[in-house]
């Protein structure tokens, strides 16, 4: 209606007071913020409370490296008012799109713009592509809270306040579990602490925590793994007499289940890699508490406990 009024000039120029001054300090839910992963929608929807409406892209189980947009997400990243995604690469098939949206004037923020460059992992070969799995640093995932407060302030200002309570709160709780997986850590013996996966994701949780990470695959599922990686991981399986290796949510089992038949190791689990798992899904850890596996909260509760209870 408001679009086919704006066609005649002067019922613009009559209607434009009207709409601009129609914000004030109430919620302002026509803005709509497109998310890229399970993780960072997580995150949003934490800082933003509901303020903003929130759309998320990729829902649990979806693998990140290898998600192609379908139009329907093309048409929804070009009429947000603001896109927060990990970057880094991660979303690999997406940079088009918002690059795209860019230019038609859409605020796109990589959240992990607010990392310093020297905190950022480079595996070795991959020289100026940095790991981009840095929601397992629970010290790095905080510095990125600030993007998408500082985000959502530019696009909704009347909330700034709101989310910066929001964003220390969150930060406050990522602390807890931090400190909480760190004691719970611990329980592995020092010799232990070895961490088997399909794919390399978890070498920032390997740096935070203090465990040796191994991967079949490669940093992206988008590069398959290949007869000599499998060998490879065999021989270290062997070698150090591992209790457990570990599947993840979010990619094929196939090749550790591989690893496992052939090495007679047990699988541990399955862990949230790329993808946490749906909101509102409960599960109890071993201590007795309960936490919600769609929150990042939850998912690092759910990783360590499964990681600490297989390896253990
Ligand atoms: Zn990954």
């Not at 959502?152 to 709101?162: F, M, Y």
């Not at 220390?168 to 850590?185: C, D, F, G, M, P």
């Not at 978890?202 to 935070?208: C, I, Q, T």
């Not at 309960?290 to 990783?303: A, E, I, L, P, R």
Request: aromatic letters at 8%; proline letters at 5%.
């Amino acid at each position: 209606m408001i679009s086919r009024l704006f066609h005649r000039p002067w019922v613009a120029l009559l209607l434009a007071p009207l709409l601009l001054g129609g914000c004030g300090n109430s919620a302002n839910d026509e803005l709509v913020i497109v998310t890229t992963t399970t993780q960072i929608t997580d995150m949003v929807k934490a800082v933003a409370g509901d303020r903003v409406e929130v759309v998320a892209l990729m829902g649990p189980g979806v693998d990140p490296h290898t998600y192609k947009p379908s139009a329907q997400d093309i048409a929804k990243v070009g009429r947000a008012d603001l896109i927060l995604y990990n970057g880094l690469l991660l979303e690999g098939r997406m940079e088009d799109a918002f690059a795209q949206a860019e230019r038609k004037g859409i605020k796109a923020y990589p959240v992990t713009q607010a990392i310093p460059e020297d905190q950022l992992l480079q595996p070795p070969g991959f020289s100026g592509h940095p790991d981009p799995h840095v929601w397992f640093d629970p010290a790095l995932w905080t510095l990125c809270i600030d993007v998408v407060r500082d985000g959502l302030t530019e696009i909704d200002p009347a909330g700034k306040e709101v989310f910066a309570e929001n964003a220390a709160k969150l930060k406050q709780e990522y602390l807890a579990v931090t400190n909480w997986a760190k004691s719970r850590i611990s329980d592995i013996p020092e010799e232990s602490r070895k961490l088997v996966t399909s794919h390399d994701a978890f070498n920032y949780f390997g740096r935070a925590f203090g465990l040796e990470v191994m991967a079949v695959q490669g940093m992206s599922t988008a590069v398959k793994a290949s007869s000599s990686d499998r060998v490879k991981m065999v021989g270290y399986v062997k070698e150090y007499n591992l209790k457990a290796i570990f599947v993840e949510s979010s990619v094929n089992p196939e090749m550790i289940n591989g690893v496992a038949r052939e090495t007679g190791v047990q699988v541990g689990g399955k862990l949230f890699s790329d993808a946490m798992g749906k909101p509102g899904e409960l599960e109890t850890g071993s201590d007795g508490e309960t936490y919600d596996v769609g929150t990042w909260v939850g998912m690092m509760k759910h990783n360590v406990n499964v990681i600490v209870e297989g390896l253990k």
